[in-house]
């Protein structure tokens, strides 16, 4: 089992910026990459990029590429999810995610969700 605990959401003025934190605990020697989504109500759950644990590549989708980083501190077991120039359209709640498989893109935990708000 992994526990994933995301923290640092809030509300933000649009152009703004906010870091998201994800601290992964538990079996963590199983994670292959970690995740970010976003959900907003009646809308279905947005990925945005992954990070993989070790070597730390890096891949975004295209609707936050530029704008969005994701960086790790495997020291700390951290993910970190740095948000740029934010719109009022970045407004859900976002959640981090743990893959195990290589293979398998099904990610098999997640953490709890952090609300982001960005007012316009």
Do not use: H
């Not at 980083?69 to 120039?85: F, G």
């Amino acid at each position: 089992q992994v526990q994933l605990v995301e923290s640092g959401g809030g509300l933000v003025q649009a152009g703004g910026s906010l870091r998201l934190s994800c601290a992964a605990s538990g079996r963590t020697f199983s994670i292959y990459a970690m995740g970010w989504f976003r959900q907003t109500p009646g809308k279905e759950r947005e990925f945005l990029g992954l990070i993989r644990w070790s070597g730390g590549s890096t891949y975004y989708a295209d609707s936050v590429k530029g704008r969005f980083t994701i960086s790790r501190d495997n020291a700390k077991n951290t993910v970190y999810l740095a948000m740029n120039s934010l719109k009022p359209e970045d407004t859900a709640v976002y959640y981090c995610a743990a893959r195990s498989s290589v293979v398998e893109v099904a990610y098999d935990f997640w953490g709890q969700g952090t609300q982001v708000t960005v007012s316009s």
